[in-house]
């Protein structure tokens, strides 16, 4: 049977062995008042444990080890962390004596007490090949559980994608529209040019852009030239005039371009290429004004929607990038057509930015208004399709919307592929099932 070292710690932590008649190494009595808190980081295994020896209760911390003889391999003895031991817990003391151990700590062997089937359990989640470790033993999974379990995964995953945010709000005094702006434009990238829209929107901070915020054409040149992409020779008049209006504000307010290699276009739709994005980025801008502040007012998706309903401006109906000089006409222009934002980019910029920055913003407000407002974005939001969403279809786990599938990803990603079963309220549920 499969023992580690992680699943005896979950086994103590919650009592799953037969505490009849517990007795230390040596013959003495032990009752368990409280296992302690689980130490995640550096140090004693568990931490504030109460227990009773020969009725005799102690405070302290708690070291475990699948065998009595770790101790002197890992070299706890010398170390000031283990000064507070009260108990060692191991589930074989395989020493022939106590020499080595800590004289002033007892332990206590787990060996023959931990249920075979909860091994047998645990076993075969590890040893279970594919993403969904689990597969095939959720029917005895409750909804609430499901329920509680999605909510936490959701809020872990906006965590992850606010580490970043959070790194901005430090970097600008706590600034939340030039966070926002550049959370904005690091997601109008998605998924291969982000890292190049972020360093463009730190490269063009929002305080020059809003400057010309009722300016189309300034916003345009001042986008597309320190994105450097006006530095060509072309044929157009369009691209010839964002060029001339960005040669002046760059002189005005002392702007350094980013490196145009950064930018990636292969293999990708035009409607997706940076170019297009630009645009519609610009357009954003043109049409709004103090945009964060715009959405903690808006309680609906529908006016989300409205508000990011923007067009490039009309150049791009025939174009998906600049005509350079040296390059030859087409026989057949491309046909007109608007670059709309479109509805699926929207719901992307919701999902992975406006949702995530209003539970960001409620940790600092702590009123608990703008978390329930993104939570109930995220049940309205439709589902995300992937092969790891599919996968949990399969299982017969629900997928029905963006709060599903983006707690589902961080479930698979987070706990599934890392094995954290023990951690995992699904995983639990299955550990300790009667």
Not at 180 to 201: C, H, M, Q, T
Not at 266 to 280: D, E, K, T, V
Request: with cysteine; proline share 4%.
């Amino acid at each position: 049977m499969l023992l580690t070292e992680k699943l005896l710690q979950y086994v103590w932590l919650h009592r799953l062995f037969n505490t009849d008649r517990l007795e230390t190494a040596k013959g003495e009595k032990v009752q368990i008042i409280s296992p302690g808190r689980w130490n995640q980081n550096a140090g004693p295994d568990f931490l504030e444990a109460r227990i009773q020896i020969d009725g005799v209760t102690m405070a302290g911390n708690i070291e475990i080890h699948l065998l009595a003889s770790d101790w002197i391999k890992h070299g706890h003895g010398h170390s000031k962390d283990y000064n507070n031991l009260i108990l060692h817990v191991v589930n074989e003391f395989d020493l022939p004596d106590e020499n080595g151990l800590p004289a002033y700590v007892s332990t206590l062997e787990l060996k023959g007490r931990i249920p075979g089937i909860l091994l047998q359990r645990y076993a075969q989640l590890m040893e279970h090949n594919g993403n969904i470790l689990c597969a095939g033993q959720l029917n005895g999974t409750d909804g609430l559980t499901w329920f509680n379990w999605k909510d936490r995964l959701l809020v872990e995953r906006w965590q992850q994608k606010t580490g970043l945010f959070t790194q901005w709000m430090a970097d600008n005094q706590n600034n939340w529209e030039e966070t926002f702006y550049k959370a904005i434009a690091r997601n109008f990238g998605i998924p291969v040019n982000g890292d190049a829209f972020e360093s463009l929107a730190s490269a063009l901070p929002l305080k020059v852009i809003a400057l010309h915020k009722h300016n189309l054409l300034q916003i345009e040149s001042l986008l597309f030239g320190q994105a450097g992409m006006l530095n060509e020779k072309f044929r157009e008049e369009y691209p010839q005039t964002l060029q001339q209006e960005y040669s002046f504000l760059q002189k005005k307010y002392h702007l350094s371009p980013i490196q145009p290699h950064l930018w990636k276009w292969m293999r990708m739709r035009p409607s997706n290429f940076p170019s297009i994005r630009l645009a519609q980025f610009a357009a954003l801008i043109h049409h709004s004004s103090h945009l964060f502040s715009k959405i903690l007012e808006t309680k609906s998706v529908q006016t989300i929607h409205e508000i990011f309903d923007v067009n490039a401006s009309s150049y791009w109906d025939g174009h998906y990038h600049f005509i350079k000089s040296n390059e030859r006409p087409k026989e057949q222009p491309l046909p007109k057509k608007k670059k709309h934002l479109g509805k699926s980019m929207i719901e992307n910029i919701l999902i992975n930015t406006i949702c995530p920055m209003l539970a960001l913003y409620d940790q600092f407000q702590m009123n608990g208004i703008y978390l329930d407002r993104a939570f109930q974005w995220m049940r309205s939001l439709p589902s995300e399709n992937n092969r790891y969403t599919r996968e949990w279809e399969q299982e017969g786990i629900a997928n029905t919307s963006a709060w599903d599938s983006q707690s589902l990803l961080q479930l698979t990603k987070n706990y599934c592929m890392e094995k954290r079963c023990l951690e995992c309220a699904v995983g639990n549920k299955i550990l300790r099932r009667k």
